[in-house]
C-alpha cells in the first residue's frame, strides 16, 4: 500500500483571514485536518468562527479585525505573534462580493471604493502584515484568493472585477519577486474561484435559472463547494506538494473559459 501523501504542513502556523465564511472555513479545516495550528480571522461573523474553531481544535484560535483599517491589520498581526511567536503561511480569503448587479455608468463613487477596500485594500494589508512577519523569520508562503471575474470580467461588478485582477496580476506578479529578498524559498501563488456555494453567494445561487446560465461557460457544469477551493489552497501552501510553484493563478471553476460550452 502506497503511503498517503505528507503536505509537511502538521505544526505549522497559518493565518486565514475571512475564516467564518464559506471558503475561509473550509481552508480552516483542511488546514487542521493537516495538523496546522491555526489563526483564524473574523471581521463580523463571531459565531461563525467560533465554530469553525471548534472544529479545527484546541491549536485553533480566532481574531477580529476590519481588514480595510491599518490598525486592524496590525492587530491581527500583533495578535498572532502574541500566540504563536510568528507565522508559516497566511491565506488571504478575506473579500466581499456585492450581490446587487450595477452597470458601470449607474455604479456610485460609494460603492467603487467599498468594494475595493473591502477586497483589494484588505488583500495589500494582509499581504504586508504577513511579509512583516516573513521579514523577521526568513520564511513562508502567501496564497491569495481571487475570483475568475478578475480573468474574465463582470457585468454589473466592474469595481469586483476590478479589485480581484489587480490582486491576482499586479499584486501577485510584485510580490513573488519582492518575497524572495527576504525570504529565498518564499512563494506567492493565487487562487481564483469561479461560482462557488457560500454565505454570500448562496441567494444568488438560489435561482436555478442563474445556475444554469452560469455553468453553461464550464466544461464541468456545475458549481464549486467551498473544499474544492480550499484543497487547491493547501496544495499551494505547502512545500512539499508546491515548493517549486510560485507566481502561479489556479482556476478552481470547473473549467470555466468565459464562454459558452454547452446549449
Request: hydrophobic share 45%; charged share 20%; proline share 3%.
Amino acid at each position: 500500500m502506497c503511503p498517503a501523501m505528507d503536505t509537511g504542513l502538521s505544526g505549522k502556523r497559518v493565518l486565514v483571514t475571512g475564516a467564518s465564511g464559506g471558503i475561509g472555513a473550509a481552508c480552516a479545516r483542511a488546514f487542521a485536518a493537516e495538523g496546522a495550528r491555526l489563526v483564524l480571522h473574523y471581521h463580523l461573523g463571531r459565531e461563525r468562527a467560533e465554530a469553525v474553531a471548534a472544529d479545527c481544535g484546541e491549536s485553533a484560535v480566532i481574531t477580529q479585525a476590519d481588514l480595510t483599517r491599518e490598525d486592524g491589520a496590525d492587530g491581527l498581526f500583533a495578535a498572532t505573534r502574541d500566540a504563536f511567536g510568528g507565522l508559516d503561511a497566511c491565506v488571504a480569503v478575506a473579500g466581499v462580493w456585492p450581490e446587487d448587479d450595477v452597470p458601470l455608468w449607474r455604479l456610485s463613487l460609494d460603492r467603487w471604493q467599498q468594494t475595493l477596500a473591502t477586497n483589494l485594500t484588505a488583500t495589500f494589508l494582509t499581504a504586508r502584515g504577513f511579509l512583516r512577519e516573513v521579514e523577521r523569520s526568513g520564511r513562508g508562503n502567501l496564497v491569495l484568493v481571487g475570483s475568475t471575474a478578475g480573468l474574465f470580467g463582470e457585468a454589473g461588478h466592474a469595481d469586483y472585477a476590478s479589485a480581484k485582477s489587480a490582486i491576482v496580476r499586479g499584486l501577485l506578479l510584485s510580490l513573488k519577486n519582492e518575497i524572495v529578498r527576504i525570504a529565498p524559498l518564499g512563494r506567492v501563488n493565487a487562487v481564483c474561484p469561479g461560482w462557488t456555494v457560500s454565505p454570500m453567494t448562496r441567494s444568488t445561487l438560489d435561482d436555478p435559472g442563474l445556475v444554469d446560465r452560469v455553468t453553461r461557460t464550464m466544461a464541468l457544469q456545475k458549481v464549486a463547494e467551498p473544499e474544492d477551493v480550499a484543497r487547491q489552497i493547501v496544495v499551494l501552501a505547502s512545500d512539499e506538494l508546491s515548493g517549486h510553484v510560485t507566481g502561479q493563478v489556479v482556476m478552481v471553476a470547473g473549467g470555466m473559459e468565459g464562454r459558452v460550452l454547452h446549449d
